[in-house]
């Protein structure tokens, strides 16, 4: 190729070479057909998809060498699925607007700013060849923030009739974008969703422009605000679960935190299922800390503090003892170095989860 191209165009046609890693089977053996251990990538697309199959070898990719991983496919498969559901919902849903960006909220702004963030860590990350990290990124992004948190945020207003321009817009402007972004490695989905885009497209994909950087929507206090939120919100739901309170069931409280306007306010007690009460002297029969103060817990029907006080401290005893037995275990350096690495790994990560854990209740 350098002699074709000096030669027909007198030019060297690039100018970096990557080399990528030797991918073995799941046990670590080299992949051979003599040992039976060769993975045929036709049967991968097969169960779950180009797509899905592309986007698994680019996240399990590594400058080491690399034991293939199907749980890596399948995560590509949960991707382009959640892609293609929450596109088809935002399409359904959109107002007749151009996609751009239109904030008018806290979470707006977030979500813009968050994208200018994904836009810039994926280009860092694809000119640096560190496809892994570009694509377990982009999966983060697409699947946390914009399904699990922006969409439900601007719910009420999406499905508000003739009020959701402005989170038309919005939605419009971030889903055209991150299809863009996933399309190196994703292109078979996302070149079929922008199809179906609203409006006039007279180019493919695959010939549009890669999304770039806009300082401008770049904003740290919104990021702060509802990040804030999304800890607030997170605490608010571990806890309801933790106490086994019923779906249906809100708790009651006082909010005593700063960093918190009235529409964040609202958000916290819509998503936290909580209602705040103002003005009550009522005696508190609980806290619940959130970031930037507490949530002051009040006696309500379906409620039962005592109870939830203890359930959480025997949950904590049973954590205590796991954590125990599991350092020691990772203490003593026989089992360190004769155990196979994934079970030693696996161990540590079941320790740093049960001190998450403990960490939460306490």
Request: charged share 30%; aromatic share 8%.
């Amino acid at each position: 190729m350098i002699m074709m191209g000096l030669e027909f165009v007198g030019e060297i046609p690039f100018d970096d070479v990557y080399i990528h890693s030797v991918i073995q089977a799941p046990d670590g053996r080299r992949m051979s057909k003599s040992l039976g251990t060769g993975i045929d990538p036709i049967e991968m697309i097969d169960a779950h998809g180009a797509d899905a199959t592309r986007f698994g070898l680019l996240a399990m990719s590594s400058a080491q060498d690399v034991r293939f991983s199907e749980e890596k496919v399948k995560q590509g498969s949960d991707l382009a699925n959640k892609l293609w559901n929450a596109s088809r919902l935002i399409l359904l849903k959109v107002a007749d607007v151009a996609a751009e960006p239109k904030p008018v909220s806290a979470e707006d702004r977030w979500i813009l700013s968050r994208l200018q963030g994904a836009i810039d860590e994926t280009t860092e990350r694809i000119d640096a060849y560190d496809f892994s990290h570009a694509a377990l990124g982009l999966y983060e992004f697409f699947y946390n923030e914009v399904c699990d948190w922006y969409l439900e945020l601007v719910k009420p207003r999406l499905y508000e009739e003739g009020a959701n321009d402005d989170v038309s817009a919005n939605l419009l402007f971030v889903l055209e974008r991150t299809l863009a972004l996933l399309h190196p490695l994703m292109p078979f989905v996302t070149e079929e969703i922008w199809s179906l885009l609203p409006g006039e497209r007279t180019e493919l994909l695959a010939a549009a422009g890669y999304p770039t950087v806009d300082q401008a929507l770049v904003n740290a206090q919104a990021e702060a605000d509802v990040n804030r939120l999304i800890e607030a919100v997170t605490s608010l739901r571990r806890y309801r679960d933790e106490i086994g309170m019923p779906a249906k069931v809100a708790l009651c409280g006082r909010l005593v935190a700063e960093g918190y306007d009235d529409d964040l306010v609202g958000q916290l007690q819509r998503l936290g299922r909580v209602d705040f009460v103002s003005g009550s002297d009522e005696a508190a029969v609980g806290s619940l800390a959130i970031p930037g103060g507490t949530v002051e817990l009040l006696a309500t029907e379906g409620f039962d503090p005592a109870a939830a006080d203890k359930k959480n401290e025997a949950r904590a005893r049973e954590l205590r003892d796991e954590i125990a037995r599991l350092q020691k275990k990772l203490g003593n350096e026989q089992f360190v170095a004769k155990a196979p690495e994934a079970v030693v790994r696996g161990e540590r990560e079941k320790l740093a989860g049960y001190e998450r854990e403990l960490a939460a209740l306490s």
